[in-house]
């Protein structure tokens, strides 16, 4: 993983955007919010606690959108290391590449006016480009124009310690011959928002930051978002911290100021990030046709899947409608979840970067919200079974004759030990139901905060179970 400009999604390197810092207003500190249920709640604090724990990440801060509004917000570990200093939700994370949606929405905003169209050619706005008169903006914003990433590095290269500017990234990259013909495959590449970013403020005649502090989080009330390309976050936020193989954790270098412009400058608060967030799954930002351009997947010419629309990734979960965006720079690694037919969202801010913890805690907690929360009768008996398992019983009345038979002195210690030290599940979801035998065979997976487990079960029209097995899962 890319440990300064990259993360990934979905089996794919999503390259981030840098970020550190000019401010949007230092008014007003993120919102401590406890509307969950307690029971909720303990188990979010658990994984939270615990991925940091296993990855040694130093802190994460976390907001929770359900039923339409953010209902929790919670800081988990260290925000500095020397001197210590807890981590707060009132201070700012960068957000990386979770930037580019912001783009996406300022060009959107900008079509609505009638001052460009997403098929516009992008040399009509930037001029010199390769192919310009054919690559489209939506293609640039769905990384399917073809242009030369300037970033597919693993770490921080010397020439970025020093300050760039956007036409010059543009000359470099933007210049040179297309990687693929537009629109016939999926790269990722933060030129694209570099050249997206000059789009927005050639139309717009505004810094591109300025732009959406007056069109979007001025009007959300994102209070606390910071343009971290310009400098390095406050004493008063998280610090950024990176290590070396297995070393320990150090203070992670400050890129030169412009290399992540429209790319990924934004740095704020798990709260402000949420309310964002909280926008997609209303609708109240853009109008429906521009909320449909940017969760809408951009198939490439052959039809093939990108499983990308517009600065968001646009993903099937677990049965669900999902939006998702990683963001990676020095120091910090950030994923934002919306399922927005849940009407939910997870935002999850870290301070150390080449880390999976952000991406762990989104995928661990997005069960706990969906409208499939609530586990199902066939799911809690699963789950109470493997519970009294746990503890080397079982309820006999519950099983038809092979089953009882199946589960000896024997099978229930090896149950016991090899189950016990993992602890409280999770979550469990039913994968897979069917008939087959007169009965009805269930898959469910359980997960734990280090290991993934599937069960199965055969269901007898009686309610009797024929089957109980635990194996490991993915």
């Not at 988990?76 to 707060?88: H, I, K, Q």
């Not at 052959?302 to 720079?329: P, Q």
């Given at each position: 993983m890319n440990r300064l400009n990259k993360c990934y999604r979905s089996g794919r390197a999503?390259?981030?955007?840098?970020?550190?810092?000019?401010?949007?207003?230092?008014?007003?500190?993120?919102?401590?919010?406890?509307q969950l249920d307690p029971h909720t709640r303990d188990r979010i604090d658990t994984i939270c606690r615990e991925v940091l724990e296993l990855t040694g990440v130093p802190s994460a801060s976390v907001a929770i959108v359900a039923n339409g509004k953010v209902a929790y917000t919670h800081a988990?570990?260290?925000?500095?290391?020397?001197?210590?200093?807890?981590?707060?939700p009132a201070m700012r994370y960068s957000i990386g590449s979770i930037s580019k949606q912001f783009t996406a929405a300022a060009l959107l905003l900008l079509e609505e006016e009638g001052k460009l169209k997403l098929d516009d050619p992008v040399g009509r706005y930037v001029p010199g480009l390769t192919r310009g008169g054919d690559v489209t903006i939506r293609q640039v914003l769905s990384h399917t124009s073809g242009y030369q990433d300037f970033?597919?590095?693993?770490?921080?290269?010397?020439?970025?310690?020093?300050?760039?500017?956007?036409?010059?990234?543009?000359?470099q990259w933007g210049k040179k011959p297309l990687d693929f013909e537009p629109g016939t495959q999926w790269q990722y590449s933060n030129t694209n928002y570099v050249i997206a970013g000059q789009i927005v403020e050639k139309v717009s005649g505004e810094r591109l930051f300025d732009f959406l502090a007056e069109r979007i989080f001025r009007p959300l009330g994102m209070r606390s978002v910071w343009n971290s390309d310009e400098a390095r976050l406050t004493s008063a936020d998280a610090t950024a911290y990176y290590r070396h193989a297995l070393g320990p954790?150090?203070?992670?270098?400050?890129?030169?100021?412009?290399?992540?412009?429209?790319?990924?400058?934004?740095?704020?608060?798990?709260?402000?990030?949420?309310?964002?967030d909280q926008s997609l799954i209303a609708q109240s930002t853009l109008k429906p046709e521009s909320y449909r351009e940017m969760e809408t997947e951009v198939k490439l010419k052959?039809?093939?899947?990108?499983?990308?629309?517009?600065?968001?990734?646009?993903?099937?979960?677990?049965?669900?409608?999902?939006?998702?965006?990683?963001?990676?720079?020095?120091?910090?690694?950030?994923?934002?979840?919306?399922?927005?037919?849940d009407k939910a969202a997870v935002v999850v801010l870290t301070n150390q970067d080449a880390s999976g913890a952000a991406s762990q805690i989104a995928q661990l907690v997005a069960p706990l919200l969906t409208a499939s929360g609530t586990a199902s009768p066939a799911e809690q008996q699963a789950l109470a079974l493997f519970r009294g398992l746990q503890q080397g019983k079982i309820d006999r009345s519950l099983l038809a004759p092979n089953l009882s038979d199946y589960f000896t002195a024997e099978a229930l210690e090896d149950f016991r030990a090899s189950?016990?030290?993992?602890?409280?599940?999770?979550?469990?979801?039913?994968?897979?139901?069917?008939?087959?035998?007169?009965?009805?065979?269930?898959?469910?997976?359980?997960?734990?905060?280090?290991?993934?487990?599937t069960v199965t079960t055969y269901t007898y029209p009686d309610g009797k179970l024929e089957q109980y097995l635990v194996e490991p899962g993915s």
């Open positions: 999503v390259l981030v955007g840098v970020a550190m810092v000019v401010a949007f207003s230092l008014a007003g500190t993120a919102q401590t919010v406890e988990y570990g260290s925000a500095r290391l020397e001197p210590p200093v807890a981590a707060t970033w597919p590095e693993d770490y921080v290269m010397t020439p970025m310690l020093q300050a760039v500017s956007a036409q010059q990234i543009v000359d954790l150090r203070v992670a270098p400050k890129e030169g100021r412009g290399w992540m412009f429209a790319a990924g400058e934004l740095a704020m608060t798990a709260y402000d990030l949420a309310l964002w052959d039809g093939k899947s990108t499983n990308y629309g517009l600065g968001i990734e646009v993903l099937a979960w677990h049965g669900h409608r999902a939006l998702e965006h990683s963001g990676e720079v020095s120091g910090f690694v950030a994923d934002s979840m919306v399922l927005p037919d189950l016990a030290p993992l602890g409280e599940p999770l979550s469990i979801q039913t994968r897979r139901e069917q008939l087959r035998g007169g009965m009805t065979f269930r898959s469910f997976g359980l997960v734990f905060t280090r290991k993934r487990l």
